[in-house]
């Protein structure tokens, strides 16, 4: 009897190429899966001590979404029902998270072979504290952080602003977190702790901090109140469309010291604004809905202006830009308020 080869290539089975389900390793892991997950998966972790919950278990973690991530996957979706038939001592581990998709490589034994393949996942994740943190953290508050962004919050916003508050030893005092649909509260044990946070997303993400203090009378001889500090943040993230001073922007960065890195789409010129500056002088994030994005082919450059025909409709159109791409380019126009702009 003959051995069996691969149907895609037509090596031959042999000591150290074995033939899985009519194909070689090779052709197998671009082909099939050695475990199979869903197409997006939500997991619970708690924003205190960052374990994550399997089932009815909080199980430890190093803190990171990646390692929660990691557990996740493999104390609840490897199992046997979800791995190619024949493959054995299967483990996954994540290797970055990027957004909300996770990059990760499984490892898998088929008989005395190793085979290694990647994969991405989406998830998402949700915040709960587990029940060891909730019984320490069930104590009164005395300050309240509303974090919120101008125009709708976006995950990837919000995911910035809560891996970097975490961070700080000030979360400590955050006794409870509460989302809504428009950003996040967080009920914060001292002022001090709240200030403290809000000064970071004021310097880091240059949020526009405002105070208020309700008072609640006497307790024990001292005033009793409440302080609410509210943090709205610009919400920006690069490659966002913006109107600045009466002018249109694209975003191409942000830094831990409150600068917004804006290219000015009338001529390409950079701009780094300061936070203060940005809200002084007022901003709008655009959305998809307030422009329309055309592609196009450079023809020519007629006065300061280059030529572009649109490559669906064939229109053309003038905009302003410096010579700085070769004719035959392909390119993207912005176009907003009846005016074409070009994407550099």
Known sequence: MGRRFCVRCGVEE?????????????????????????????????????????????????????KALEIYINKALVKRSSIYPGFTDVEVNVDKVVSDKAFYRVKGRYGKHVLEQDGTLLFEVKHKLCPICSSIRNESYEATVQIRSEGPPRYEVFRRIADRVTELKEFSNVVKIEESHDGVDLRVRDPSSARLIA??????????????????????????????ISARVPGLLPGDVVVFDEDLYTVVGLSRKGIIFLRRLSDGRMLSVKRDELWSKGFQVLTGKDYAIVEGRLLNYEGGKAVVQAVDSGNIYYVSSPKILDLGSRVKILIYKGIPYLLI
């Open 14 to 66: 042999d000591e150290n190429t074995p033939i899985i389900d009519g194909l070689c390793p090779k052709h197998f892991v671009e082909e099939r899966r050695i475990v199979s997950f869903p197409s997006k998966i939500t997991i619970v972790v708690c924003p205190s001590c960052g374990s994550v919950l399997v089932g009815n278990d909080w199980l430890p973690t190093d803190g990171s979404i990646a």
């Open 199 to 228: 000064s970071v997303l004021k310097k880091e993400f240059s949020a526009h901090v405002k105070q208020t203090w309700k008072d609640y009378g006497y307790l024990g001889g001292k005033k009793h109140g409440k302080l609410t």
